[in-house]
């Protein structure tokens, strides 16, 4: 298993000096360099995962590597893919797709993933888009390293620069927003923001953590999650008010989150899933494959999906896959 892991929030550059395809050409746009269709492209590291209102599962990740289902079971590539750059961020609104990551590229799909064009792409920024987060088809927000915040009201025809702090460029990591507008977001070293007026305007959280945090999800009673560097995770149920720590067994970084019908789900490195229960203690478990995982999707029906190292994983798991991944992490 790659050690070094996969996470797409805390070092939001190490893949695109080790892994990103040669940068294109953004400058007048004919120069566009496609994604290549590879056999083991399902297989790749995966950085993000989302369902279109019409079940299709796409994830993203490694060098503009797109992969589309239909059932959770069997993956195939997306073939017209206009980048090579790892993408981290895949979001889903209505009937468009959108999936960014590093060189500031963003990109759209209207065909449930099949065909994809490109809207935004800045390499010289150095700023990789960690969270992209739409209300509907036209208004989105794409976070990410280094204060990036850039908002659109086209559905990405255009975006603008924006700054939820002027004084620090820290990397935003994630974002949640409730049903009321307002919205929280986790970042790194400490600083952490929210918007009571739907992003218009923000004002720092005092956590009572200086490190990273790498991802949020929203849980019960309008609580939210904070999740991040070695196993650190707080809990706010008065929109940041204040913050309890949960105490859990493990050391483990952890980067991706799901909630649903009460159960929230937690993954990180080395197969770390974290499981709870509504309002008990999180239990810490194993994955049989040991990998690092990057972001979590919830199936509805007490069934969760994972991507990372080595593509697509379950939760629960299947004895026959448990078995497979247990031979091959033994090899």
């Not at 959770?72 to 889903?92: I, K, M």
Request: one cysteine or more.
């Amino acid at each position: 298993m790659n050690s070094g892991g996969v996470l797409r929030r805390c070092f939001p550059f190490l893949l695109a000096w080790t892994i990103s395809a040669v940068a294109q050409d953004g400058g007048d746009g004919l120069d566009i360099e496609y994604a290549e269709i590879q056999p083991l492209a399902t297989r790749s590291v995966l950085l993000d995962i989302t369902r279109t209102d019409a079940g299709r599962m796409v994830a993203v990740g490694e060098r503009g590597h797109v992969i589309l289902s239909d059932d959770g079971e069997t993956w195939r590539q997306a073939r017209v893919v206009p980048t090579r750059s790892t993408l981290t961020s895949v979001e889903a609104s209505g009937r468009r797709l959108w999936a960014a990551g590093h060189d500031t590229v963003i990109i759209t799909s209207g065909d449930g993933g099949e065909t994809w064009t490109r809207e935004y792409f800045d390499p010289e920024r150095q700023q990789a888009v960690m969270g992209l987060h739409f209300v509907d088809e036209q208004n989105g927000v794409a976070i990410g390293a280094y204060g990036l915040y850039l908002t659109t009201d086209d559905g990405g025809e255009n975006w603008l620069d924006g700054a939820v702090d002027d004084e620090n460029e820290f990397h935003l990591n994630d974002m949640v927003r409730f049903d009321d507008g307002r919205r929280i977001i986790a970042g790194e070293a400490g600083y952490s923001y929210r918007s009571f007026d739907d992003g218009e305007s923000w004002e720092p959280l005092d956590l009572p953590y200086l490190g990273s945090m790498w991802g949020a999800v929203a849980v019960r009673n309008d609580c939210v999650i904070f999740f991040g560097l070695r196993g650190h995770i707080f809990e706010s149920c008065d929109f940041g008010d204040s913050w309890e720590e949960l105490t859990v067994d493990t050391l483990s970084s952890l980067s991706g989150a799901a909630f649903d019908r009460g159960k929230t789900l937690i993954a990180g490195n080395s197969g770390a899933l974290l499981i709870r229960d509504g309002g008990s203690p999180f239990t810490v478990r194993e994955h049989s494959s040991g990998v690092d995982f990057a972001a979590v999707l919830a199936l509805g029906d007490g069934r969760f999906i994972l991507v990372g190292e080595d593509g697509v994983h379950r939760y629960p798991e299947a004895a026959a896959e448990a078995a497979a991944d247990a031979a091959e992490a033994g090899r």
